[in-house]
T-cell receptor, first 115, second 110 residues
Framework: NAGVMQNPRHLVRRRGQEARLRCSPM?????VYWYRQLPEEGLKFMVY????????ESGMPKERFSAEFPKEGPSILRIQQVVRGDSAAYFC?????????????FGQGTRLTVV | GQNIDQPTEMTATEGAIVQINCTYQ??????LFWYQQHAGEAPTFLSY????GLEEKGRFSSFLSRSKGYSYLLLKELQMKDSASYLC???????????FGAGTTVTVRA
């Protein structure tokens, strides 16, 4: 049973380019969460999605960032016109259901470097 | 907002015990999680406390006091492979997202 799969593991983009980060949840999981981890900081919640629905995007920057979780395929976190401050590790987590008593399983992250 | 504090770094000797404290001030509370994260790897779940008291799981134990907004993770019989970052995370009431502390880097020395 594969865990949460994220790709790519490492991504380098020049300023102004677009970054696409992919997350395939664990089998049977329909809830996906994206977190960002800046150097020397804790993980910060960005967005919570279920299939075809964004449930909570309160942690997403208002501009340039978007997320989706289509009916088929992985969840995508998209960052347009990247800037150096976007350099971070982006982690995806999944759970079989939502709610407060559900443990989330994390992927290994995508490390984005903007040059 | 949420405020979760834990020490930045701790060092201990192989075979010893280390206690990592976490204090939190959050708008509501519905569970506290501890995760282990090795450099460049995914956070992996260690423990979950929602009621006061001690939860023991092998060499790792976690304690919670809701009235004090306080938790600790106790690592016994330390091994070199326990060198990692340990993340304290709080889930607020009626919520699903986790608020994380900055993590405590534990270094185990021979």
């Amino acid at each position: 049973n594969a865990g949460v799969m994220q790709n790519p593991r490492h991504l380098v983009r020049r300023r102004g380019q677009e970054a696409r980060l992919r997350c395939s949840p664990m089998k049977g999981h329909s809830h996906v969460y994206w977190y960002r981890q800046l150097p020397e900081e804790g993980l910060k919640f960005m967005v919570y999605l279920q299939k075809e629905n964004i449930i909570d995007e309160s942690g997403m920057p208002k501009e340039r960032f978007s997320a989706e979780f289509p009916k088929e395929g992985p969840s995508i976190l998209r960052i347009q016109q990247v800037v150096r401050g976007d350099s971070a590790a982006y982690f995806c987590a999944s759970s079989p259901r939502g709610g407060s008593n559900t443990e989330a399983f994390f992927g290994q992250g995508t490390r984005l470097t903007v040059v | 907002g949420q405020n979760i504090d834990q020490p930045t770094e701790m060092t201990a000797t192989e075979g010893a015990i280390v206690q990592i404290n976490c204090t939190y001030q959050t708008s509501g509370f519905n569970g506290l999680f501890w995760y282990q994260q090795h450099a460049g790897e995914a956070p992996t779940f260690l423990s979950y406390n929602v009621l006061d008291g001690l939860e023991e799981k092998g060499r790792f134990s976690s304690f919670l006091s809701r009235s004090k907004g306080y938790s600790y993770l106790l690592l016994k019989e330390l091994q070199m492979k326990d060198s990692a970052s340990y993340l304290c995370a709080v889930r607020t009431s009626n919520d699903y997202k986790l608020s994380f502390g900055a993590g405590t880097t534990v270094t185990v020395r021979a």
